[in-house]
């Protein structure tokens, strides 16, 4: 970890998590070719990236970043579902919570487009685990407003995320949310 005085000027400091083990990508697993459309839409990607506005560098003294009188939520998910470079992109989000949201949305419509002639798709946790496992990469980069740092956290840590989330939305045998 860097402290604020030794960043470079547009650079963002990592705090690292504790690590678990990664999973690999199949030797044998067929992955598709990229597109040149994808490939077009993955430079527009890097250039958009380039030229956004990056997270306000905190200097020695100074608070957190703040959006409208409250310490900013800000985390980062960043993304390779295949071995292929050209796959790798990143979800922006306000806070853990929508991020969890996100995930979820891009495993469902994965799911959705698996299946196309299904009204309804159901999974259950360890399909959702195994979606997870089956990327080169999951990581997740939260603001934390204390350390004014981004800090990382593995794919061990994002299934747990995901568990606990899950586990509040289902309702009890009351019907009220955990």
Same mark, same amino acid.
Request: aromatic content about 6%; glycine content about 2%.
């Given at each position: 970890?860097?402290?604020?005085?030794?960043?470079?000027?547009?650079?963002?400091?990592?705090?690292?998590?504790?690590?678990?083990?990664?999973?690999s990508?199949?030797?044998?697993?067929?992955?598709?070719?990229?597109?040149?459309?994808?490939?077009?839409?993955?430079?527009?990607?890097?250039?958009?990236?380039?030229?956004?506005?990056?997270?306000?560098?905190?200097?020695e003294?100074?608070?957190?970043?703040?959006? +409208?009188?409250?310490?900013?939520?800000?985390?980062?998910?960043?993304? +390779?579902?295949?071995?292929?470079?050209?796959?790798?992109?990143?979800?922006?989000?306000?806070?853990?919570?929508?991020?969890?949201?996100?995930?979820?949305?891009?495993?469902?419509?994965?799911?959705?487009? +698996?299946?196309?002639?299904?009204?309804?798709?159901?999974?259950?946790?360890?399909?959702?685990?195994?979606?997870?496992?089956?990327?080169?990469?999951?990581?997740?980069?939260?603001?934390?407003?204390?350390?004014?740092?981004?800090?990382?956290?593995?794919?061990?840590?994002?299934?747990?995320?995901?568990?606990?989330?899950?586990?509040?939305?289902?309702p009890?045998?009351?019907?009220?949310?955990?």
């Open positions: 970890t860097m402290s604020a005085a030794e960043e470079a000027p547009a650079a963002i400091a990592v705090e690292e998590a504790p690590a678990a083990e990664e999973a990508v199949k030797e044998d697993e067929v992955v598709e070719p990229a597109k040149e459309e994808k490939k077009e839409e993955v430079k527009h990607e890097v250039k958009a990236i380039k030229k956004e506005e990056k997270p306000a560098q905190v200097k003294g100074k608070p957190a970043p703040v959006l +409208q009188g409250k310490p900013r939520e800000h985390v980062i998910a960043l993304l +390779q579902p295949t071995k292929h470079d050209a796959t790798r992109t990143y979800l922006d989000f306000g806070n853990v919570t929508a991020t969890m949201e996100g995930l979820l949305k891009m495993f469902e419509t994965k799911l959705k487009e +698996q299946n196309p002639s299904a009204a309804n798709v159901s999974y259950d946790y360890n399909s959702l685990c195994q979606y997870l496992d089956e990327m080169k990469e999951v990581c997740i980069l939260s603001w934390d407003v204390p350390t004014t740092a981004y800090k990382r956290f593995d794919r061990a840590w994002v299934k747990q995320s995901l568990h606990d989330y899950l586990a509040n939305a289902v009890d045998s009351a019907g009220r949310r955990k």
